[in-house]
């Protein structure tokens, strides 16, 4: 193990501006523990997936695949549509993953929290999301979930987080997530 900062990749489902996912992982970026850092992609300018063209992704594909590789970690941030992941955040997975062979997922740790308006907090998204790392070969931590309900009334009118519990949540997520990747180790 290095001295340099454990890095942590943040990813939001969300493309919305004010979305409450993209708030949740603002609040993350001030939560996370000493000896790590929390960064972004932003999943705006990535195309529908085509595989004719996986071979030579577009440059935002690359710069995506580029991003998680120099990543120690994954965290996804998502809403749940319909009771699953928003397709923009499984059309950039899809990307990431591909040509098969070369995916810049494999082998990464990996967390997942998600807000919601409905009481569940992105539970049902946050399942298939874990079924879909399976394929991927990441290995998200199990504990705690980061299930954010009735995500209106726990932000205030600027996108601040304003709920204790759910910063407390998110900080046990954070510093979970930190030592299952040095346990498991760093490329
Ligand atoms: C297409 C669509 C489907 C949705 N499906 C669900 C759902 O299954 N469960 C849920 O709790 N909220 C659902 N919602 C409401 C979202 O929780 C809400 O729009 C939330 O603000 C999205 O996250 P964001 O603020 O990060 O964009 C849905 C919203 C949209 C636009």
């Known amino acids: 193990?290095?001295?340099?900062?454990?890095?942590?990749l943040g990813i939001v489902g969300s493309?919305?501006?004010?979305?409450y996912n993209r708030s949740a992982l603002c609040a993350a970026a001030r939560?996370?523990?000493e000896g790590a850092i929390l960064e972004s992609f932003d999943l705006d300018g990535i195309p529908l997936f085509n595989q004719d063209e996986d071979q030579h992704p577009?440059?935002?594909v690359a710069e995506l695949k580029r991003r998680i590789r120099e990543?120690?970690?994954v965290l996804f941030v998502t809403p749940e549509y319909n009771y699953s992941v928003p397709g923009v955040l499984?059309?950039?997975i899809d990307w990431a993953s591909r040509p098969y062979g070369d995916s810049a997922w494999d082998g990464k740790p990996a967390a997942i929290m998600g807000a919601s308006m409905g009481t569940l907090g992105t539970a049902r998204a946050q399942y298939h999301l874990r079924q879909i790392l399976v394929f991927l070969n990441m290995f998200p931590i199990n504990q705690p979930e980061v299930m954010i309900g009735n995500a209106a009334t726990r932000f205030d009118e600027e996108g601040e987080l304003t709920d204790q519990a759910t910063k407390d949540h998110i900080s046990r997520l954070l510093q979970s997530l930190v030592d299952w990747t040095r346990r498991i180790g760093r490329e």
């Open 71 to 73: 990543s120690d970690a």
């Open 1 to 8: 193990m290095t001295d340099n900062p454990l890095r942590i």
């Open 90 to 92: 499984k059309n950039a």
């Open 15 to 19: 493309l919305r501006r004010n979305s």
């Open 58 to 60: 577009p440059f935002r």
């Open 31 to 33: 939560l996370v523990p």
